[in-house]
């Protein structure tokens, strides 16, 4: 059983342009967590999903920051026009379901230049 | 809110050393309690996961200690080697679907 994936693991962007985060889950888990790890910054949550529902999305900025988790897929982490201060690394978890452990991705490394 | 606390920000300890990581919560009412490692550049790797009606939990040389109404745990890492040497962070839930709430770690240096 493959663990959490994500790709790519590291993404270059210039200012302005979007970043595509892809997170796919361990298999038979339906449910994603996206965090964000600021430069010496502990994890930060952004939004929780299940297939094809945002449950909780109270940690995502408001403009440039979306996420879906299709029924087929992995889930997505999509930023339009990256700024600097977007640089981070980029962690999503799953889990087969509720109070269930969350298994932890590689991460994204995002730099914006 | 829940906030989460870890002391020190980071140690550095000899080999052969026993030492004690700290991790302090603002809101008793938690789910469980996960201690993770984390290596530079890495992801994350859970160590142990206390949940609330637990007090302790051990995996080898690792030990983890949860006192819920105090808020506070602490990881018991014994004979540290070098190989110990990475970020270790602690974090909450709150309940079985909220997400966790992380400190920022303790950054541990052994030396040999």
């Known amino acids: 059983n493959a663990g959490v994936m994500q790709n790519p693991r590291h993404l270059v962007r210039r200012r302005g342009q979007e970043a595509r985060l892809r997170c796919s889950p361990m298999?038979?888990?339906?449910?994603v967590y996206w965090y964000r790890q600021l430069p010496e910054e502990g994890l930060k949550f952004m939004v929780y999903?299940?297939?094809?529902?945002?449950?909780?999305e109270s940690g995502m900025p408001k403009e440039r920051f979306s996420a879906e988790f299709p029924k087929e897929g992995p889930s997505i982490l999509r930023i339009q026009q990256v700024v600097r201060g977007d640089s981070a690394a980029y962690f999503c978890?799953?889990?087969?379901?509720?109070?269930?452990?969350?298994?932890f991705g590689p991460g994204t490394r995002l730099l914006v230049l | 809110k829940q906030e989460v606390t870890q002391i020190p920000a980071a140690l550095s300890v000899p080999e052969g050393e026993n030492l004690v990581l700290n991790c302090s919560f603002t809101?008793?009412?938690?789910?469980?309690l996960q201690w993770f490692r984390q290596d530079p550049g890495k992801g994350l790797t859970s160590l142990l996961l206390?949940?609330?009606?637990?007090r302790e939990q051990t995996s080898g040389r690792l030990n983890a200690s949860l006192d819920k109404s105090s808020g506070r745990s602490t990881l018991y890492i014994a004979a540290s080697q070098p190989g110990d040497s990475a970020t270790y962070l602690c974090?909450?839930?709150?309940?079985?679907?909220?997400?966790?709430?992380f400190g920022k770690g303790t950054r541990l240096s052994v030396i040999a």
């Open positions: 809101d008793s009412a938690i789910y469980n």
């Open positions: 978890a799953s889990t087969p379901g509720l109070r269930e452990t969350q298994y």
């Open positions: 974090a909450v839930s709150s309940s079985g679907n909220t997400p966790l709430v």
């Open positions: 206390i949940q609330s009606s637990q």
């Open positions: 999903l299940q297939k094809e529902n945002i449950i909780d």
């Open positions: 298999k038979g888990h339906s449910h």
